[in-house]
């Protein structure tokens, strides 16, 4: 499992693969019932995370979907709105904007370089 650590509650993220064989995790596998599902390329806010057997789950601001029940590892039927698996969602990666070039253009000069 990689290192969910820095990862929290309002980070953004990009969804890598939507594979919905796959994108539930091992533990969720519901039908395809008509629920909202994220999109590759599409950049999401992550809602709340979910840590259990082995896995993080996410729930993500712009995807909601009615609580279903799931039968977890550990035996038990719960009640809960879709998780995502993180594997198949990576950090989104911000860059600092420099425009120092365009700002230099502007700036006249009347220096004559030799060729």
Request: proline share 7%.
């Given at each position: 499992m990689s290192s969910y650590l820095s990862w929290h509650v309002?980070?953004?993220?990009?969804?890598?693969?939507?594979?919905?064989?796959?994108?539930?995790?091992?533990?969720?596998?519901?039908?395809?019932?008509?629920?909202?599902?994220?999109?590759v390329g599409k950049v999401y806010t992550i809602r709340a995370l979910m840590v259990f057997g082995g896995g993080v789950?996410?729930?993500?601001?712009?995807?909601?979907?009615?609580?279903?029940?799931?039968l977890f590892p550990d035996g038990v039927c719960r009640r809960v709105e879709t998780p995502w698996h993180a594997s198949y969602?990576?950090?989104?990666?911000?860059?600092?904007?420099?425009?120092?070039?365009?700002?230099?253009m502007l700036h006249s000069t009347d220096q004559v370089v030799d060729a």
């Open positions: 309002g980070m953004k993220v990009v969804c890598a693969n939507a594979d919905g064989k796959r994108i539930y995790g091992d533990s969720f596998k519901p039908q395809d019932r008509g629920e909202q599902k994220p999109n789950y996410l729930h993500l601001d712009e995807v909601h979907n009615s609580p279903r029940h799931y969602f990576r950090p989104v990666q911000t860059r600092k904007t420099d425009i120092s070039i365009f700002t230099a």
